[in-house]
């Protein structure tokens, strides 16, 4: 077996054992998913700190802490998960200048404040999202919306840029994205969300499969072009190991980490407004 069917070998098993967890957690909800979004965000938290200070770092650790908490602060409160998920992130911008006033380095002390505040918010909000999602009655269906605008996405886009693929999107951030494939993912994100609507939601309407598909399809690729910018900025191929041949949490969620809060915020703030 030659390394590149060694390592699709590696990637598929991978899969296959992770995949079915995931979504037996997500469907259980609660606890549950709390847990496993919990997890997911201090992780990627932790991810994005070692990318940006090659280490974890005492505060490096409360960061990933406080962005493990997140998720399950939904639990007690959904419809104000917002407002003390701001107070946490206040409490960590306190935590985090106070720390580095104490242990330095001085000189970069604004830089690493910087970034504890921002690995946090990246690594918790749109998991955070999904928490408070999956605890609407209707929860269930709007997490998997998240999943299918994205994973329909990445699919399509993939398909489309391999055979089509003409004109590059972003060459100095992600060489191999180009332009049909970006639109390919979006009619992806559509006709996944049409999809699920023909089959298994047909509380979705027309509008929301257009709206998320759409939307999803530029902030989807966004997510993905920002971790990608990131990694090159700091050299880096990976954001970890921690998936046997799909690298780190970050390399998996990128996207869904951006379409996340864009479901959430379409469903509570503009497709339940009355009228």
Known sequence: MNEKNKNLFIRTVSALTLLPLVILLVFLGGLYSASLLGVAAAVCAGEYYTITQKKLSPAAWVGMALAGLLPFMALKDPANTGQGAFWVTVALLFFAYTYHLIRGPLQEAPVLVGHLVTGFLYGSVGLTALSALRLREDGLAWVIAALVITWSNDTSAYFAGRFLGRHKLYPQVSPNKTWEGFFGGMAGSVLGMFIA???????????????LGIFGGIL??????????LKRAYGVKDSGRIIPGHGGILDRLDALLFNAPLVFVYVQFIRDLPG
């Open 197 to 211: 609507r023909g089959f298994f939601f047909p509380l979705f309407t027309v509008t929301d499969c257009l709206l």
């Open 220 to 229: 989807g690729p966004i997510g993905d072009l920002v971790e990608s910018m």
